[in-house]
């Protein structure tokens, strides 16, 4: 078995509340510098909902991915096995209609049109930002139903930090993760790596046991052939040429295989079934960033190769190759007012087995302006403006307008009101529109329209500090494509419309409780995601979609104690269908989970972190897709070792 260790230092985002006894403003958008973070929430979208994960729930999901982050901290469903494939739906929209960032790169699957977010280790990264709802004329194609960007933050290290970190839980999971910071204050190189391996072989009430003689319709069952073993390095190389001016070069290497986990009925009746499935990536992002005033500017290039291969039959070649430039200048004209105006080109070159000889290569470029003003320190105002255009391919034109109002500003509370209008869109996969037989070169893109309204009242009193946020939208998606049963072969083609619109509510609190600091957070989310037209003859017209929640939520309390961590987190799914008829319902189940941090300061340049975790803690009996089993309670054990 392959085990390596190279190395680094976790930096995650910190976030603090200032208190001062006199009034104060809360700005309605944050601007984190965009040479330090890909997770960046941006200037360029007023009324638009961005969150960001906080630091200390990103560290507890060090040794995860983002599936496992994102299901605890925010009220965002997924469909998922045990461990072996997860897919996004945010606010009832489907998993190809979220971009996944890296840079300037959208990570998810030409061919497939989305990511298996169960592959994305957040060991790599420092920060993750979200934003719900549509994004495209930020993002592009692909970000109807939200945006999620992985960040990586700059610490121009002037020495040498390192962190080693090993490990250990239930059905036989591992992971051994390393990070070395080395640099001059001008140049600094980061090496990340780790190793992630399951044996997933659990145990589990299977009900397609069958003895009618004795009355048994259950068993207790071992999962089998659901093994899971992923690698991965990044490297970044960055370079300070003055206070705003950057070079910067970041490397993400990536392999990942799984054996396909089994349905519990397969799982039963053929034991010995082994399928493979194996995905190798190569993401390249570099840049050039000038911060100075009064213009500034970014050149950025990039490289993706995505390859993937099914029970090691290399014959059956599914793979692309993607090069990316980009470049855009920002100008504040204005003390209170900007624009930005830039250009992305990408040459895509797919190697399908299945796709036509006459398909050699596809060419994209986009065209984006964005302007910002703030007005009377009351009112922001941002427009964005985007157009793609793609070979023998119509892109409709995604503006977007947000708005934010500061409604009133206290010495101890602020109120914001914020509204957003986005059109997005996107483009039909390579397998949707050139896969021999059923793909479609004339389909239309997916096109939607969403509506956001919301409010965020914070409030700090130099003790206690928290936001409370609510949210409603309103998302139609027209052009939904759908692959159909054509008799002899499954084709795609322009199916059905969609309406999802619901309401979102968020808090987090910091506060003392005898003393101790604690922060806590509860978010629920309702979406009523139906289909208003098909083409298919369907009885699921005006119900909820399949694999979307009506309700979904969590909550999120930690305390520190001297140099302990007590922690305590449960997410509730509600009942889903898994298809068009009634039948085959996911029931709604809810998971809790307790863990407990301890760290050990040896001297002022050593220091040993211990985490253990408990998951399911209540032992719930659940499935997140429809016959796959999940796992029971479990653990995990972790020691980290930091250096500097």
């Known amino acids: 078995m392959r085990r390596f260790v190279i190395v680094g230092l976790l930096m995650v985002a910190f976030v603090t509340c200032v208190w001062a006894q006199k009034p104060f403003t809360i700005l309605d958008t944050v601007h984190v510098e965009e040479v330090v973070s890909y997770g960046k929430l941006n200037r360029y979208q007023s009324g638009a909902k961005i969150e960001q994960i906080s630091a200390k729930q990103f560290s507890l999901a060090q040794d995860g991915n983002l599936e496992q982050l994102l299901s605890r901290t925010l009220p965002i469903p997924f469909k998922a096995n ?38 994305v280790p957040m060991y790599l990264f420092d920060n993750v930002g979200i934003q719900f709802g549509s994004a495209s004329s930020v993002n592009g194609s692909g970000s109807i139903g939200g945006a999620i960007h992985l960040g990586l933050q700059n610490n121009w290290t002037d020495g040498f930090k390192a962190e080693a970190r090993v490990a250990n839980g239930s059905f036989g999971e591992q992971l051994y993760g390393t990070k070395l910071f080395l640099g001059n204050g001008k140049f600094e190189a980061v090496t990340r790596a780790y190793y992630y391996y399951k044996k997933n072989n659990f145990k589990f009430w299977n009900p397609n046991y069958r003895d009618f003689e004795n009355g048994i319709f259950e068993i207790e069952d071992k999962q089998r052939n659901a093994s899971i073993e992923n690698m991965g390095l990044l490297q970044e190389l960055n370079y300070k040429f003055a206070e705003n001016e950057f070079f910067t070069l970041n490397v993400w290497l990536e392999k990942d295989w799984h054996l396909v986990q089994q349905n519990m009925q397969t799982n039963l009746g053929n034991p010995d079934l082994r399928e493979e499935y194996y995905n190798d990536h190569i993401r390249i992002w570099t840049g050039y960033k000038n911060r100075k005033n009064p213009f500034k500017f970014e050149i950025n ?343 500097k």
């Not at 045990?82 to 790169?105: E, K, Q, V, Y």
């Not at 964005?370 to 964005?384: D, E, F, Q």
């Not at 139906?530 to 009885?539: F, G, I, L, W």
């Not at 253990?612 to 796992?631: D, K």
């Open 82 to 119: 045990a461990g072996g494939l997860a897919t996004i739906r945010i606010r009832g929209s489907a998993p190809d209609h979220t971009s996944l960032n890296f840079g300037g790169i959208n990570i998810n699957s030409l061919t497939l049109g989305h990511s298996n977010v169960s592959n």
């Open 301 to 643: 290039g990039g490289y993706v190769y995505d390859n993937a291969v099914s029970n090691r039959n290399s014959t059956d070649t599914i793979s692309t190759q993607r090069i990316i430039g980009e470049a855009f200048i920002e100008h504040a004209f204005l003390t209170n007012a900007s624009y930005k105006v830039g250009a992305k080109a990408t040459r895509i070159n797919p190697t399908v087995y299945a796709y036509s000889a006459t398909l050699d290569h596809e060419d994209r470029v986009d065209f984006y302006a964005s302007y910002y003003h703030r007005l009377w320190n009351k009112l922001t105002a941002t427009i964005n403006l985007r157009q793609e255009f793609v070979t023998d391919f119509t892109v409709p034109f995604t503006p977007a307008l947000g708005l934010n109002y500061l409604a009133f500003s206290k010495e101890k509370t602020v109120l914001n009101i914020s509204g957003n209008i986005a059109r997005s869109y996107r483009v039909p996969t390579f397998n949707d529109r050139f896969w021999v037989p059923g793909g479609n070169p004339d389909l239309n893109p997916e096109k939607g329209m969403n509506y956001e309204l919301g409010t965020k009242w914070s409030y700090c009193n130099g003790i206690t500090s928290g936001n409370v946020k609510v949210n409603g939208f309103l998302m139609n998606i027209d052009d939904w494509i759908l692959w159909k049963n054509g008799g002899s072969f499954w084709y795609a083609e322009n199916v059905q419309s969609v309406q999802s619109k619901g309401i979102e509510f968020m808090t987090d609190w910091s506060y003392l409780i005898f003393g101790k600091r604690t922060t806590s957070g509860v978010n629920y989310t309702y979406t009523s995601a139906q289909r208003k037209k098909s083409v298919n003859e369907t009885n699921a017209l005006n119900r909820q979609l399949e694999y979307v929640p009506k309700h979904a939520g969590n909550f999120f309390t930690s305390t520190t104690i001297n140099n302990f961590d007590f922690t305590i987190d449960g997410n509730y799914t509600h009942e889903q269908y898994t298809d068009e008829e009634v039948k085959n319902i996911l029931d709604s189940y809810f998971l809790m989970n307790f863990a407990v941090g301890y760290r050990v300061k040896i001297n002022k340049n050593n220091s040993i972190r211990i985490n253990g975790m408990i998951n399911n803690l209540l032992n719930v009996e659940y499935q997140s897709s429809w016959g796959y089993a999940m796992p029971g309670i479990n653990y995990r054990l972790s020691v980290s070792y930091n250096l």
